[in-house]
């Protein structure tokens, strides 16, 4: 089987923070040359701030619209059209700053020597954008494997219990056990699913109430649960298998150790462009707490999927109290374009 052909990705240079550092490089650019010249004076450092900064301006503002184009061509021809685009913006800048102020002497060798400034800056930058291309791929196929980790991992006591019950209620209660082979099936199928994959928040809830009908099942009255969920867009989708394990963190963290049991919050609340979801869950004393680190490892793998999809946008925070552990989700109802 072939490779797959690397495409050339620009990144997008029509943003705030992307202008200011290329303004500020340029103007960098510009004091580097002008002290490196024989000649030091503010009309010089004008002239030239002014010639630099249209071809970095107008060399952006080109890629930005070439930007989707480009990204659907092969590495050597994108990389390749990019550089061909700097060139040519320098090229008709050069001309023009030649025909408003001539500066006599050699205008062809003149514009070699800006040619082949530029050309020198374009390929040390593009060659930069290819390196941070290659480490973004590398680190998202990382994440994407600790991701698929994360959503094919059941807990194997969990499986167990399940098939407990399952084999426990076929004589006595049929219905049931069917219930609880569906409502696992359908844990099995979520966590074999494509890694990162979004569905609507109502498919993600019911998922967790077919997790909390088999856990109830195991713990009976132990278990208690207030849901408290608004009324979202359907639109609004977050990635799979993103509640069930903080859901399940809460039950063997905080409900499972105590012999008495515990209520478990959960509300789900529409927050303009966000979504907010808060989970509390009860805290047992010192000497009945699990020293298993999965509660952190699990929440670290939720964060890293959010960042991947949403940036800083999304956060997840907890607040351990005296009594009451809360986990708090924020996230956009929608995915950052990148």
Request: proline fraction near 6%.
């Amino acid at each position: 089987m072939s490779a797959r052909p690397e495409h050339f990705v620009i990144p997008e240079l029509c943003n705030t923070t992307a202008i200011t550092l290329l303004v500020l490089f340029s103007q960098l650019l510009v004091v580097i040359l002008v002290f490196a010249g024989n000649e030091l004076s503010w009309v010089r450092f004008g002239l030239m701030s002014l010639f630099v900064q249209w071809i970095a301006l107008g060399s952006a503002g080109l890629l930005c619209l070439l930007r989707q184009p480009l990204s659907k061509l092969s590495l050597p021809l994108g990389s390749t059209l990019a550089f061909g685009v700097v060139m040519c913006v320098t090229l008709a800048v050069s001309f023009t700053a030649e025909a408003v102020v001539p500066s006599g002497g050699d205008m062809g060798l003149r514009v070699l020597g800006q040619l082949t400034i530029a050309g020198i800056i374009t390929a040390l930058v593009l060659r930069y954008f290819y390196v941070q291309q290659r480490l973004r791929l590398q680190e998202q196929a990382e994440l994407q494997s600790r991701i698929q980790a994360l959503q094919s991992r059941i807990r194997p006591h969990f499986l167990f219990n399940s098939m407990n019950i399952i084999a426990s209620l076929i004589a006595v209660d049929p219905d049931t056990a069917e219930s609880v082979v569906e409502d696992l099936s359908e844990l099995f199928r979520a966590s074999l699913n494509d890694a990162g994959n979004q569905v609507p928040i109502s498919e993600e809830l019911d998922l967790c109430e077919r997790y909390i009908r088999i856990e109830s099942l195991r713990l009976g009255e132990r278990l208690q649960m207030v849901w408290d969920v608004d009324e979202l867009s359907p639109s609004t989708r977050i990635p799979m298998l993103t509640l069930q394990p903080l859901l399940e963190n809460a039950i063997y963290h905080g409900i499972q150790p105590l012999p008495e049991g515990g209520t478990i919050e959960i509300s789900v609340k529409d927050d303009d462009d966000f979504v907010q979801i808060k989970i509390l869950n009860p805290v047992p004393p010192p000497s009945q707490v699990s020293e298993s680190q999965g509660n952190r490892m699990a929440l670290q793998n939720i964060r890293s999927r959010l960042s991947v999809l949403y940036g800083t946008r999304a956060t997840l925070d907890t607040d351990a109290g005296a009594e009451t552990f809360v986990t708090q989700l924020r996230f956009p109802k929608m995915p950052q374009t990148v």
